[in-house]
């Protein structure tokens, strides 16, 4: 079901054309909109059809790097505006995010971020055992204590975006699902036009917000950026007790409440890589990361090398990797579920009998560093790079956005975007 009431007639020109339609590309959509300013939005499949109705509905300040953290601040803020500016319920609050810890190693990771952060208002405190207890409704001491963030939010995935298209259809931007950009043309050096699938749209500037297919649409035009993607496997249940108001993060489980009275649920520490042909190509940059996530990873080897997020090339007027798959749809792990459910049930014995209703897998696409890229490449004036949000882009998509428009804008940036920057790696 389209996400956009009415399919808009095919504009041959406009501003600025985004490339997807999850929630960086929605909300630059409407920020742009709400200034005036035209725009045209593409989406290969429907609107928010891949990561940002997948992700666990988590808005979060709790545990972020410090390089991000005064932009999620932003973004957080960003979130109370837009629900406030919609017709329709997202199921938004500000219920607060715990992150429990079972062992001292634990402990000691929430201490030392806290350290770290002092000189920002996230609102994070570290809750003692009984503290700790008493928020989970049980009397067992088996937590040493947690990080407790009582200012994050949650909304719900699959609502949230598409109510933000919607919205940013109403204030002027027009909207095109099934509609993949096939290349970027220049003309003098400067972006002149994007290729669709469906035809060519004339534009000053263009913003890839392209997910996971961000790396892929890029080495295509000769730019390498060190993006790669893992599978996650996620869970929805019937409706159950209330537990806790928002979400509560264990290691081997993470819950949150959903609106309709049932929980979302995943394993926290369990990511698959599937192995493609950029996996050699940025082997070396991901290497930190590989060497602390290890344990948490699962490596496969299969038909994803030879598949679309491997190694194609395409002219403009052929099919493209975004035609082939339009909407990235990954098998959910069932072992790994029931693990993970049988560890909620652990976490909060009132969830015995809970039953799941629904699950379904997502691609997260992942830095090396788990920051974003906000960036325009120098050789390519014009074409501004919104991606690899690393599994937290759900909170910080709003802020990014905000940087990119006002980065189109000349306006002065919420945050410093040199942290942002692809000269990093
Ligand atoms: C299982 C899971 C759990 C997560 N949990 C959380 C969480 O709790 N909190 C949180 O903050 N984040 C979470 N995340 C991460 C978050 O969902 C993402 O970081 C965020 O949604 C990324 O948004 P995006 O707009 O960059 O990309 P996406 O939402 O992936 O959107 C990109 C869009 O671009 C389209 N596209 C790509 N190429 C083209 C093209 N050439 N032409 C046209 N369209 C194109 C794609 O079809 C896609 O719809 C989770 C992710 C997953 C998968």
Same mark, same amino acid.
């Given at each position: 079901?389209?996400?956009v009431?009415?399919?808009?007639?095919?504009p041959?020109?406009?501003e600025?054309?985004?490339?997807?339609?999850?929630?960086?590309?929605?909300c630059?959509?409407?920020?742009?909109?709400?200034?005036?300013?035209?725009?045209?939005l593409?989406?290969?499949?429907?609107?928010?059809?891949?990561?940002?109705?997948?992700?666990?509905?988590?808005?979060?300040?709790?545990?972020?790097?410090?390089?991000e953290?005064q932009?999620?601040?932003?973004?957080?803020?960003?979130?109370?505006?837009?629900?406030?500016?919609?017709?329709?319920?997202?199921? $938004?609050?500000?219920?607060g995010i715990? $992150?429990?810890?079972?062992?001292?190693? *634990?402990?000691? &990771?929430?201490? +030392?971020?806290?350290?770290?952060?002092?000189?920002?208002?996230h609102?994070?405190?570290?809750?003692?055992?009984?503290e700790?207890?008493?928020?989970?409704q049980?009397?067992?001491?088996?937590?040493?204590?947690?990080?407790?963030?009582? +200012?994050?939010?949650?909304?719900?995935?699959?609502?949230?975006?598409?109510?933000?298209?919607?919205?940013?259809?109403?204030?002027?931007?027009?909207?095109?699902?099934?509609?993949?950009?096939?290349s970027?043309?220049?003309?003098a050096?400067?972006?002149?036009?994007?290729?669709t699938?469906?035809?060519?749209?004339?534009c000053? &500037?263009?913003?890839?917000?392209?997910?996971?297919w +961000?790396?892929?649409f890029?080495?295509n035009?000769?730019?390498?950026?060190?993006?790669?993607?893992?599978?996650s496997?996620?869970?929805?249940?019937?409706?159950?007790?209330?537990?806790?108001?928002?979400?509560?993060?264990?290691?081997?489980? +993470?819950?949150?409440?959903?609106?309709?009275?049932? $929980?979302?649920i995943?394993?926290?520490?369990h990511?698959?890589?599937?192995?493609?042909?950029a996996?050699?190509?940025?082997?070396?940059?991901?290497?930190p990361?590989?060497?602390?996530?290890?344990?948490?990873?699962?490596?496969?080897?299969?038909?994803?090398?030879?598949?679309?997020m491997?190694?194609q090339?395409? @002219?403009?007027?052929?099919?493209?990797?975004?035609?082939m798959?339009?909407?990235?749809?990954?098998?959910?792990d069932? @072992?790994?579920?029931?693990?993970?459910?049988?560890?909620?049930?652990?976490?909060?014995?009132?969830?015995?009998?809970?039953?799941?209703?629904?699950?379904?897998?997502?691609?997260?696409d992942?830095?090396?560093?788990?920051?974003?890229?906000?960036d *325009?490449?120098?050789?390519?004036?014009?074409?501004i790079?919104?991606?690899?949000?690393?599994g937290?882009?759900?909170?910080i998509?709003?802020?990014?956005?905000?940087?990119?428009?006002? $980065?189109?804008?000349?306006?002065?940036?919420?945050?410093?975007?040199?942290?942002?920057?692809?000269?990093?790696?």
């Amino acid at each position: 079901m389209s996400a956009v009431s009415q399919e808009p007639k095919f504009p041959s020109q406009t501003e600025i054309v985004v490339i997807g339609g999850g929630i960086v590309g929605v909300c630059t959509a409407l920020f742009l909109a709400e200034q005036g300013v035209p725009v045209v939005l593409c989406e290969k499949g429907r609107i928010a059809g891949e990561q940002s109705s997948r992700n666990w509905g988590w808005i979060r300040k709790a545990g972020r790097d410090a390089r991000e953290l005064q932009l999620m601040i932003e973004s957080a803020k960003l979130w109370r505006e837009i629900d406030t500016k919609l017709d329709e319920d997202i199921g $938004y609050g500000i219920r607060g995010i715990t $992150y429990v810890a079972r062992t001292e190693q *634990e402990l000691q &990771k929430h201490e +030392s971020w806290l350290r770290d952060v002092e000189n920002f208002d996230h609102g994070s405190v570290l809750l003692s055992a009984q503290e700790t207890d008493r928020l989970l409704q049980r009397n067992d001491r088996q937590f040493l204590g947690a990080l407790h963030t009582a +200012s994050d939010a949650s909304a719900e995935p699959s609502k949230a975006v598409p109510a933000m298209a919607r919205h940013a259809v109403d204030v002027g931007a027009t909207i095109l699902e099934k509609c993949a950009v096939r290349s970027v043309e220049r003309t003098a050096g400067q972006i002149s036009s994007v290729i669709t699938e469906k035809g060519e749209i004339a534009c000053k &500037k263009v913003v890839l917000a392209g997910g996971a297919w +961000s790396r892929t649409f890029l080495e295509n035009i000769g730019i390498f950026i060190p993006q790669l993607a893992v599978k996650s496997s996620v869970l929805r249940t019937a409706a159950a007790p209330e537990v806790v108001a928002g979400a509560v993060g264990a290691t081997d489980a +993470s819950l949150r409440r959903r609106q309709d009275g049932g $929980y979302t649920i995943a394993r926290s520490n369990h990511a698959e890589f599937q192995v493609i042909p950029a996996a050699f190509r940025h082997f070396s940059t991901f290497l930190p990361t590989l060497w602390d996530s290890w344990r948490m990873m699962k490596i496969r080897v299969g038909k994803e090398f030879f598949g679309p997020m491997g190694h194609q090339r395409w @002219k403009p007027d052929q099919i493209t990797p975004f035609e082939m798959v339009r909407v990235m749809d990954p098998k959910p792990d069932p @072992k790994l579920l029931n693990s993970a459910l049988a560890s909620a049930i652990e976490l909060h014995p009132r969830l015995q009998g809970l039953q799941i209703v629904e699950t379904w897998g997502g691609l997260i696409d992942v830095m090396p560093d788990e920051v974003p890229i906000i960036d *325009e490449p120098v050789n390519w004036p014009g074409l501004i790079i919104a991606t690899g949000l690393s599994g937290h882009g759900f909170g910080i998509g709003p802020g990014v956005a905000k940087l990119v428009v006002q $980065y189109i804008r000349g306006q002065a940036p919420i945050v410093d975007t040199k942290t942002f920057a692809m000269g990093r790696f």
